[in-house]
Nanobody
Framework: QVQLVESGGGLVQAGGSLRLSCAAS????????MGWFRQAPGKEREFVAA????????TYADSVKGRFTISRDNAKNTVYLQMNSLKPEDTAVYYC?????????????????WGQGTQVTVSS
């Protein structure tokens, strides 16, 4: 298991950008897929993006495709989520997920480690 700590959330106007970071501790970071999920008030946690262990493959939810970019730096044990053209409906708590067994359209059960979450609020 890895320990995950997210940062970079905040309040931004619609159309703006934020970059989330997720720092991982543990020697197995580079061996697993990583992902981002989000949970809005009153809704279930949903998949946002995932990346393979090497960083060569990525997958996105349709709602964020073309606006969000996931990347990773294995030398720094960090995964990122660049969010552009943000919309009010992107408002949620964003969670980093690690120890992933799949990068292709994964679900929550595909990940064994979770961060505490970081709030992203997009105002209209």
């Amino acid at each position: 298991q890895v320990q995950l700590v997210e940062s970079g959330g905040g309040l931004v106007q619609a159309g703006g950008s934020l970059r989330l970071s997720c720092a991982a501790s543990g020697r197995t970071f580079s061996s697993y897929a990583m992902g981002w999920f989000r949970q809005a008030p009153g809704k279930e946690r949903e998949f946002v993006a995932a990346i393979s262990w090497s960083g060569d493959y990525t997958t996105y939810a349709d709602s964020v495709k073309g606006r969000f970019t996931i990347s990773r730096d294995n030398a720094k044990n960090t995964v990122y989520l660049q969010m552009n053209s943000l919309k009010p409906e992107d408002t949620a708590v964003y969670y980093c997920a690690g120890n992933g067994r799949s990068w292709y359209k994964p679900n929550r059960l595909d990940f064994g480690s979770w961060g505490q979450g970081t709030q992203v609020t997009v105002s209209s």
